[in-house]
């Protein structure tokens, strides 16, 4: 800080103020005379000087007032230092806390997105993994089979969701798709529809949950693609309040 | 407050502890990420500044498909732990969403429908559905019409994916 040197330097100027006061004594001048001219003249130049000294006190003590202000604002950045330290150092015990995980899940898809972890996942592993996924959903139909297969016929249940199928196909709200088979038990059903072109396929989907077997339940799909742009989906459907069976 | 209300809160409380719990990722999209579902009626799908998808129609009702970003690709652990539809609605028409869950090619896969009716702001709630391997997510709405001048729509949708 600059201040010190300044009060110092205002000091310094006291003093020689103070030694010209003293350099310039009339009483050692020779002669009465000049004793007393000199007394006359030295009594303004002390006036002066009085006056000079009064004002460089006036400014020293301005000076050190400034120094305690600039000593309060040393105190004060350095309380902000304290706190930012304590900060840091939170932030630092928090390494275990969301932020780190962000920045690790940050690192991951850096990571995944990496030329090494691109080779790792080279492009046979993901046919690979394709196939195995395909054999993995036609084992899971043939489980849908078996467990329809094994189940009793819900004569309530089984005959009102085939009902409803069937009037539902025979309306027009369906174009362009046919149901070819509808076969429940007791929590599951069997549904076989034909789609005529992919828009009625669609059309299809898309309100499929105005019927009452799709109805807050889940089901499993699996289309085969036709001839002609045409589709045969067949539908596994829960009941109700049912689960379908996980797939392994 | 009602009874599938309340529930439907408590199973979001759950499913969000659970994901709290374990590793899963929360994703909330806007309404008006949703895209229509077929032409007919598609003018009448109005897309808000403020993010919702609304159908003002009074006499038709629209179909909407919303895209869910996957980003845990390979299952498990990227299965769709639950999916939170919020709609607002002017009448007590139900709404009607299918969940889907696509192999790579949409040959197959799971699907879940759900309804939901009430007035005002409605939450749809879907429980956990399988992924498949490589496979994607889409949603399916058909957004009821509008009640005079109230239009009934998708203000957002909440999707919460294993990881």
């Known amino acids: 800080m600059g ?246 | 407050m009602t009874h599938q209300t309340a529930r439907l809160i408590l199973a979001m409380a759950i499913v969000l502890m659970a994901g709290a719990a374990q590793a899963a990722d929360f994703k909330t999209y806007p309404g008006a990420m949703c895209q229509p579902g077929e032409l007919t009626n598609a003018s009448n799908i109005e897309y808000r500044f403020t993010g919702e998808v609304f159908n003002t129609s009074t006499e038709f009702s629209v179909l909407v498909v919303c895209p869910i970003v996957r980003d845990s690709v390979f299952t498990p652990p990227g299965d769709l732990r639950a999916v939170f539809v919020r709609f607002s609605k002017p009448n007590d028409i139900p709404a009607t969403c299918t969940l889907f869950s696509r192999d790579q090619f949409g040959t197959s896969g799971f699907m879940d429908t759900r309804f939901t009716s009430g007035v005002g702001n409605v939450v749809m709630g879907f429980p956990a559905l399988s992924g498949v391997h490589i496979g994607y997510y889409v949603l399916s709405c058909i957004v009821p019409h509008a009640q005079d001048d109230r239009p009934s729509g998708i203000v957002s949708y909440l999707v919460v994916e294993g990881e």
């Open chain 1, 3 to 248: 201040s010190p040197g300044i009060g110092t330097a205002l000091a310094l100027g006291l003093l020689a103020a103070l030694a010209v006061l003293v350099a310039r004594n009339p009483e050692r001048e020779s002669g009465p005379e000049a004793a007393e001219n000199g007394r006359a003249t030295a009594g303004s130049e002390v006036e002066g000087v009085k006056a000079e000294v009064a004002r460089m006190q006036a400014r020293l003590r301005a000076v050190l007032h400034e120094q305690r202000k600039g000593a309060q604002y040393a105190q004060q950045i350095g309380a902000f230092q304290e706190d930012l330290a304590r900060i840091k150092r939170q932030l630092d015990e928090l390494a275990g806390g969301p932020e780190s995980r962000v920045n690790a899940k940050v690192k991951a898809a850096e990571a995944e997105d990496s030329s090494e972890a691109l080779e790792s996942k080279s492009l046979g592993e993901l046919e690979q993994a394709e196939a195995a996924e395909r054999q993995r959903l036609t084992q899971y139909t043939a489980v849908l089979d078996g467990k329809l297969d094994g189940e009793s016929y819900d004569n309530r249940w089984a005959e009102q969701i085939e009902s409803s199928l069937t009037r539902a196909f025979n309306g027009n709200d369906r174009a362009g798709t046919q149901l070819l088979s509808a076969a429940c038990r007791s929590t599951l059903c069997r549904i076989e529809v034909a789609h005529e072109n992919p828009k009625a396929e669609s059309q299809f989907l898309a309100r499929i949950g105005t019927l009452q077997a799709f109805g807050n339940t889940r089901a499993f799909y699996q289309r085969v693609a036709g001839q002609n742009g045409g589709s045969v989906t067949v539908f596994y459907a829960a009941r109700e309040g049912h689960q379908l069976p996980v797939m392994q």
